[in-house]
Structures are given as C-alpha cells and as structure tokens.
C-alpha cells in the first residue's frame, strides 16, 4: 500500500511557514481518529495523488515527538491555487478497511461512439462521476464507460450498463443517463416574410395620385 509520511502540526504554527518550507497543510478524521492537523511534504503527495487519485486507500505516517503512529486513509478532499494550481490544503479520511464506506468515483470514457464519428450528432456525457459503496481496498481509480455502443441518436448508455469490478454496489440510479449523441442542429437565419398585397396597395395609390 502507498504510504506518506506526515507531522502532526498545533493551532499556533502559520500556514504561510509550512508552505514556504514545502508543506502542503492537512487534517486527518474519520473512523477511530480524532481530528488531528498535520503537514505532508508537497513533492511527496503530488507524486502520489497521481497513482492513486482520490478513491485509492494510503497509509498515513504521522510523526509526533516521540511516537509515529500509522493511520489507513484516503485524500478525501483538496484545495489547491488558483492561479498556480499547486495543493494548499488536504483533507485526509481515515478508513476502516474492514468496513465498506460510500465514495464518489469518477467516470473514464474509452472507446468511440459510430453515432458521433459518422456526423450524426455530438457527444454529450451526462454524468462525470458515480457513488459506490466498496471496501477502502476495493475502491476503484476509476469506473470505465465504453462509447461504442452509441451507433444511432436513439441509442444511451446508463449507469446499469457500467460493469463494476467485484465487491461494488452501486448507488447512484441505475437509470440515470451517462451518455448519448445529440443531433446537431444547423442554425437557419429565418428571412422576414415580404408583405407582397400592402406593396400592391401602396403602388395602387400613387397611380391613383398621379392620375389626380
């Protein structure tokens, strides 16, 4: 299992220090912890959200004075800049890897769409992500959704189609929409209709004045 090492932090340490020495703030809660503040090393957890995501189970090793105590989580929540779009802030669940646990998965789409490719439409994908309920080692990275059974505009793709790996239960509705091909709509710049019998009339009258 993937582990980062962490330094339980107090109340009183600034959050601008911790940055500026290549810490990414944190706290830690859930089953059988307290909420515990801690600071991780940003390299560290940068390269590891990258092979886990936020569905995959890590070990937290959390130093404090004169004891290191190992905690089973999942980065449960980020904050990141702005502007830069490095990590500021980390929210860390702590698991029970005995105990299923409910968790949003995101959605990859794989494959190609024959509706879409053939010009029939576009590609409109309804859903990004779905909640499942799994024990913490059984969590996903993420749930594939296969596009090339989209061959006509009539076709949809919902979250029963999804094939989930054993151990998972869904629970977002089974018969939400994931995806589907919308028909693309040409835009047509309507023409005012002419008024042919008023310009009738109005030449009508100026004969009339003329002859007058």
């Known amino acids: 299992m993937n582990k980062l090492s962490a330094i339980k932090r107090s109340k009183t340490d600034l959050l601008a220090n911790i940055r500026s020495n290549g810490m990414v ?22 390269k590891l959200l990258k092979e886990v995501g936020e569905t995959g189970t890590i070990v937290l090793e959390i130093s404090e004075q ?11 929540d980020i904050q990141f800049d702005p502007i830069k779009g490095f990590p500021i802030h980390v929210d860390f669940l702590a698991v029970d890897m005995d105990k ?23 590609l409109v994908k309804a859903l990004h992500e779905v909640e499942i309920k799994a024990l913490p080692k059984d969590i996903p990275h993420t749930l594939q959704v296969n596009l090339s ?8 793709i919902h979250v029963k189609d999804i094939i989930l790996p054993k151990g998972i239960e869904m629970l977002t509705d089974k018969d939400e929409v994931v995806a589907l091909v919308s028909e ?18 109005e030449k009508k009258g100026k004969k009339e004045e003329t002859e007058s």
């Open 100 to 122: 299923p646990i409910e968790v949003t998965v995101p959605l990859e789409f794989i494959e190609i769409s024959q509706a879409e490719k053939n010009g029939l439409g576009v």
């Open 66 to 76: 004169d004891k290191n105590t190992k905690i089973d989580a999942l980065i449960h």
């Open 149 to 156: 059974s989209l061959n006509t505009l009539e076709d949809q």
């Open 184 to 201: 693309t709509k040409e835009e047509q710049e309507e023409t005012p209709a002419v008024d042919l019998s008023s310009i009738e009339v």
């Open 25 to 46: 703030p944190a706290v830690v809660y859930g089953a059988r912890v307290e909420n515990t503040m801690l600071s991780v090393p940003s390299v560290a957890f940068t």
